[in-house]
């Protein structure tokens, strides 16, 4: 070999590891800048409520309200989602008109809580586990449900029922998924509504206050008891009729469930409980 | 004499269904109005609870003839829409300040 063509070679690897070496640095690192984000996020939680531990977020208010704890494992000893687990999972299980089943959809017999929400790349959009029941049903040529109540709540309550404990751990690694995180965010931070609050102001900055007779919940572990049995609604629903009450509450108009808005939401406030675990369904009041 | 009786009562009522047909216009107009700028702050995903409620009042009171209720609806859901598009444009610029600070 001629010292021509060695000092061609040379070169030739020279630039091939330079061109590895600038991309890995000029590539970004989006988990790390989320997982910045939560850890702010949770630090500001635990600022304001020090004695608590991080997994007892998961029980929403009843993590920093003892009186009000109390009453609820009262509750939770005949809980009032019972009956919707039960027919969550005979809708689950039962045939569609083509044979299949949700069954056939979802592995792990259904105990995939903390699969979701995640980012498909393909679609380029956040997919929630309501979202994806959905898709399931019209792939079988079923209807799809209604995203606040009723059947969907119910397949949710049992597929949350048997993945308790799941830890919750959203990836965010690309671009998009990145972007759809920031909605998210803005969404949760943004202030909206004739009363021009946020979801932050109310559930940051004034958590553990009195709102009328209620305590206000802190952020933290918003999303992983859900969907829940509320007393005021007298049957379960979703995170996203959640939501949606939460808007009208302020006076904006709320968003359809399963709305972009709202699953990039879902799929930021998530992320804010990595770390946590899913302990769904709940009872609130 | 019948037709100067007539000329004259046509010259009495002209002003009245005149100012008449201006106030529906401008009723029109307002709720064109606040319908545009209701549409432009759900374009922004900022739409408020009520705009549309006020603006379906608005109309209803048209369609009865109450120009002057109607009116009240409709200014009600213009400025509605147009603080709902201020509100976006703002948070859209300034969310981050929103986030609390430790």
């Not at chain 1, 531990?53 to 003892?66: C, E, N």
């Not at chain 1, 829940?228 to 959640?242: A, C, P, S, Y």
């Not at chain 2, 003839?65 to 200014?75: I, P």
């Amino acid at each position: 070999m001629s010292r021509l063509s060695v000092a061609r070679l040379l070169q030739a690897v020279f630039l091939i590891v330079l061109t590895m070496v600038s991309n890995s640095a000029l590539a970004v690192n989006y988990q790390a800048l989320v997982d910045a984000d939560v850890r702010k996020f949770q630090a500001y939680i635990h600022k304001e409520f020090p004695d608590v531990r991080t997994a007892d977020f998961a029980d929403g208010v009843y993590a920093i309200d003892s009186q009000a704890r109390k009453q609820w494992k009262e509750v939770e000893e005949f809980p009032p989602y019972d009956l919707a687990v039960d027919e969550g999972k005979a809708l689950f299980n039962k045939p569609f008109a083509n044979g299949k089943s949700l069954a056939g959809c979802f592995p792990n017999g259904g105990a995939v809580r903390n699969k979701y929400p995640y980012f498909d790349e393909k679609r380029g959009q956040v997919v929630t586990l309501e979202m994806a029941i959905n898709d399931c049903l019209t792939a079988n040529g079923e209807k799809p449900l209604n995203g606040m109540k009723g059947d969907l709540a119910k397949i949710s309550a049992y597929i949350a029922f048997i993945s308790r404990g799941q830890p919750i751990h959203v990836k965010v690694e690309s671009a998009a998924a990145y972007k759809a995180y920031l909605k998210g965010k803005q969404f949760f931070y943004a202030k909206r509504g004739q009363l021009n609050m946020s979801c932050a102001g109310c559930h940051m900055e004034y958590a553990g206050r009195q709102l009328r007779s209620e305590i206000i919940s802190p952020a933290l572990g918003h999303t992983t008891h859900f969907p829940v049995f509320r007393l005021k609604w007298g049957e379960i629903g979703t995170l996203h009729r959640r939501y949606a009450g939460c808007n009208e509450n302020i006076g904006a108009k709320p968003l359809a469930a399963q709305s972009e808005e709202y699953r990039d939401l879902e799929f930021f406030q998530t992320a804010m409980c990595n770390g946590l675990s899913f302990n769904g369904p709940a009872s609130r009041k | 004499m019948k037709r100067m009786i007539a000329l004259v009562s046509l010259l009495g009522i002209m002003p009245v269904s005149t100012a008449l047909s201006a106030d529906q216009n401008q009723g029109s107009s307002l709720i064109d109005q606040a319908e545009a700028a209701r549409k432009e702050a759900s374009s922004l995903g900022y739409e408020w609870r009520d705009t549309a409620k006020l603006i379906a009042s608005a109309r209803d009171a048209q369609a009865k003839g109450q120009q002057e209720e109607s009116d009240r609806f409709a200014k009600e859901a213009l400025l509605q829409g147009r603080e709902a598009v201020a509100q976006a444009k703002y948070m859209d610029r300034n969310w981050q300040q929103m986030i609390p600070k430790q």
